[in-house]
C-alpha cells in the first residue's frame, strides 16, 4: 500500500523559508503525479502546487507563485516544496498528494483527483 510521510515542517519567521519532503513508501515515485495543498484553520483543504510524473509541468496556485518551488527526485522517492519568502497568511497544515498517472506531463490540481495523502506537517508563519 502507498504510504506519504511529510517532514520539514515549523516555526518560521515572516520572510523565513522551509523546505517540506514528502517521502513515497510501497510504490514507485515515478508513477505518480504529485501536489501539495494545505489547511488553514477552520478553512479547506486549498491546492498550492502540482508536479508532473516526468517532473516537465508544475502549476502554482497564484498566492505562491514566485515563492514556492515544487521538485522531485524519483530515485529518492521523495518531492519537495521550497517555501521562501514565507507569509503569516500561508500558516497551515501542508498535505502531500499522490495520483497514479499515465500521462507524464499532466498535474492535477483538484484534492478529488489524488489516490493518496500524506498525514500532513505543520507550518506556521509569525508575523
Known amino acids: 500500500q502507498v504510504q506519504l510521510v511529510e517532514s520539514g515542517g515549523g516555526l518560521v519567521q515572516a520572510g523565513g523559508s522551509l523546505r517540506l519532503s514528502c517521502v513515497v513508501s510501497?510504490?514507485?515515485?515515478?508513477?505518480?503525479?504529485m501536489g501539495w495543498f494545505r489547511q488553514a484553520p477552520g478553512k479547506e483543504r486549498d491546492f498550492v502546487t502540482a508536479i508532473s510524473r516526468s517532473g516537465g509541468n508544475t502549476y502554482y496556485v497564484d498566492s505562491v507563485k514566485g515563492r514556492f518551488t515544487i521538485s522531485r527526485d524519483n530515485a529518492k522517492n521523495t518531492v519537495y516544496l521550497q517555501m521562501n519568502s514565507l507569509k503569516p497568511e500561508d500558516t497551515a497544515v501542508y498535505y502531500c498528494?499522490?495520483?497514479?498517472?499515465?500521462?507524464?506531463?499532466?498535474?492535477?490540481?483538484?484534492?478529488?483527483?489524488?489516490?493518496?495523502w500524506g498525514q500532513g506537517t505543520q507550518v506556521t508563519v509569525s508575523s
Open positions: 498528494a499522490a495520483r497514479s498517472s499515465y500521462a507524464p506531463d499532466r498535474s492535477y490540481t483538484l484534492s478529488s483527483e489524488y489516490d493518496y
Open positions: 510501497g510504490g514507485t515515485l515515478s508513477r505518480y503525479a
